[in-house]
């Protein structure tokens, strides 16, 4: 991106003034280096953003932000919908409450050292990853409906998870105001034997050793410790949430016109918040997101199972589980006064600071997990928001590393059996159904997760709490 | 003539179709959603799914058609190899032939969230037509 086109605010903010059809600034987080190579694209979609209706403060990208599909991947945005703000499908994405899910095992390295092999192997067998997987059941309409509205609730009701897993999920595992009968026939059948299926593209599970801890007193609390192992679930809300994503996306571009909407691009349908298809929009990707969150839910079932067999000793506890596309209704303090707004984070983390009335209060003191999940030869970062008032663009972090090449130049850069096997002499155990997934996948295809991680922090959007590297990695 | 490409996107892939006609480009341009999945090669047209899909332009029919293909390779897990399209004005009615998916044989890459609006353009240029748009995988 050229320089010249922005005027920086401080070290890590870079502005793009109020010009022509916006009604607020545009706002990008990120260091020097970072900037000059993030995409000419990423600042044409936070200027696009910028020009929607009922749109406050600014519109916002994160340190990894690229180039997505009207917002950028790592665009935030926020709505007043007493002010004519809309709800934007391309805002939230395809693959609705894609999200990241961490569990602590209570095991440590010297554990885990003598059955790597065949845990790996036990994952990728019980685990349904790939293209065309099924899961290991197949939902009723009735059993359908009660997903979408109870979320992970839900499944802790059928016996796939504790009762305690449910305060460490966002919305405490359910999201309200889910309306299932907004969700198309379609979308339904897509999903019928999809669930507790991981899916593929970027999608996996790791296990992750704990190498780096920046902020004790936050580890503590988080309770990560050096050489502590963990499990890294990433994936979404199945065919479900791509269905409701393809469905509304079209008939906002239909009927923007109707609703007064000029659209600096097609892709940035949107509806009015106040309108019956904005409503119809939030109760359907309410109800992906439950599934979202029934579906990471399933997941750990199935992973502590696992551990059960081969490592009896461990105890699989939900440290946190955080999506990255949302629009979530919440309370912001803008110029002074407690504003209700509809956030739309699309590839981007909620970072609620210490305090946060929605944290449980094991967490509440230090303030809300922020899982950044990187590459699969790299590592993954746990980070903590900061306190509210002191933390920008509505209390929201990076999400990962953020690709720096296209799959299709990955694809003819590496091949995939190779990329396994340097990823195997570094000690990384990889495990996918496709090689061409994998060096679509490789390590060099993204950007360096601990750039965007530091200039998040630099930032202020979050702090650096723990670094985890991968052991092994279940690839869809 | 007609063919199909992938052109770069940042995170995603392009699927562009170009034939000498608007349906001939339509079909390879499904020829290219479904490449982005599996080598079209492996894939028998051993049995017929039909597609009708209706939207105000040609761009809009474009993603409605690439759609009801990512609908039925979900929905019913099968992929195709042979496509054929008709279109008259806003509709269009086609033929998908394909099979069952067999991850052995097909040994599927990756599956399509659904087909976006961006880089989307359906064109005629010079002799041939072009249909393209980026797909999220």
Redesign the interface.
């Known amino acids: 991106m050229d320089l010249a086109l922005l005027t920086r605010r401080s070290e890590y903010e870079w502005e793009i003034p109020r010009q022509g059809a916006m009604r607020v600034p545009a706002v990008i987080f990120a260091s020097e280096p970072l900037i000059r190579d993030m995409?000419k694209?990423v600042y044409e979609q936070v200027t696009n953003v910028a020009m929607l209706p009922g749109i406050v403060e600014a519109s916002y990208a994160m340190p990894d932000a690229?180039?997505?599909?009207?917002f950028p991947?790592g665009g935030v945005a926020a709505f007043d919908a007493d002010e004519g703000g809309v709800i934007s499908a391309g805002g939230v994405?395809?693959?609705i409450s894609c999200g990241v899910r961490c569990l602590h095992t209570g095991l440590t390295r010297s554990h885990i050292t003598a059955v790597e092999g065949r845990l790996a192997d036990t994952l990728f067998a019980r685990i349904p990853v790939?293209?065309?997987s099924t899961g290991l059941i197949r939902l009723s309409a009735e059993d359908m409906d009660a997903m979408l509205t109870g979320g992970a609730r839900w499944a802790v009701e059928r016996g796939w998870g504790l009762p305690r897993d449910l305060e460490r999920i966002e919305e405490s595992g359910q999201m309200l105001h889910a309306k299932p009968g907004a969700v198309s026939t379609?979308a339904k059948?897509?999903q019928r034997d999809e669930l507790g299926t991981l899916?593929?593209?970027n999608h996996y599970l790791e296990i992750q050793e704990v190498t780096q801890l920046f902020d004790e007193q936050a580890a503590q609390c988080f309770g990560l410790r050096v050489g502590d192992i963990v499990v890294m679930i990433h994936c979404g809300s199945r065919?479900l949430g791509?269905?409701i994503?393809?469905e509304f996306?079209?008939q906002m571009?239909?009927d923007a016109p109707r609703y007064g909407i000029s659209l600096p691009?097609?892709?940035l349908?949107c509806a009015p918040i106040a309108s019956e298809l904005g409503q119809q929009y939030l109760g359907a990707m309410r109800a992906a997101i439950n599934c979202a969150l029934a579906n990471r839910q399933l997941l750990t079932h199935l992973v502590r199972e696992v551990f059960a067999e081969l490592l009896p000793q461990a105890a699989l506890e939900v440290l946190y589980d955080v999506s990255h596309n949302t629009c979530k209704l919440e309370e912001h303090r803008i110029g002074g006064r407690t504003r209700t707004l509809y956030v739309h984070r699309k590839g981007a983390t909620r970072a609620f600071g210490p305090g946060h009335p929605s944290l449980p209060d094991a967490l509440r003191a230090v303030g809300q997990p922020v899982l950044i999940g990187g590459s699969m030869g790299t590592g993954s970062y746990v980070l903590a928001g900061n306190r509210q008032g002191e933390s920008p663009a509505f209390s929201s972090a990076c999400h990962g590393a953020g690709?720096a090449m296209?799959?299709?130049?990955a694809h003819k850069t590496w091949n995939g059996r190779q990329v396994v096997e340097e990823l195997a002499a570094r000690g990384i155990v990889v495990r996918s159904?496709?090689?061409?997934?994998i060096a679509?996948e490789a390590p060099g295809a993204y950007k360096d997760v601990s750039a965007v991680v530091d200039a998040a922090e630099a930032a202020g959007l979050a702090r650096k709490v723990a670094r985890l590297a991968p052991l092994v990695c279940v690839k869809? | 003539m007609s063919r199909w490409e992938?052109?770069?996107?940042?995170?995603?892939?392009?699927v562009r179709g170009i034939g000498a006609t608007k349906a001939e480009a339509f079909e390879q341009a499904a020829l290219a959603l479904i490449a982005v999945?599996?080598d079209v090669a492996t894939i028998e047209a051993r049995e017929a799914r039909p597609v009708e899909c209706e939207?105000?332009d040609d761009e809009?029919l474009l993603?409605?058609w690439l759609?009801a293909i990512?609908?039925l390779v979900?929905?019913d897990?099968m992929l195709f190899s042979r496509f054929s399209v008709e279109i008259d004005g806003p509709r269009l009615e086609a033929q998908a032939w394909g099979e069952r998916?067999d991850?052995p044989r097909h040994?599927?890459?990756?599956?399509i969230?659904?087909?976006?609006?961006?880089m989307?353009r359906v064109a005629r240029e010079g002799d041939s037509w072009i249909a393209q748009t980026?797909v999220?995988?």
């Open positions: 995409d694209k690229h180039w997505g599909y009207g991947i994405g395809f693959d790939g293209v065309g379609r059948t897509r899916g593929s593209g065919g791509h269905q994503g393809t996306l079209k571009a239909i691009d097609r892709e349908a690709r296209s799959r299709h130049q159904p496709s090689m061409r997934g679509e869809g | 992938h052109f770069p996107h940042g995170a995603d892939v392009g999945m599996a939207a105000p809009l993603v409605e759609n990512v609908y979900a929905a897990k998916l991850p040994r599927p890459a990756v599956e969230k659904g087909a976006t609006y961006t989307l980026v999220d995988v």
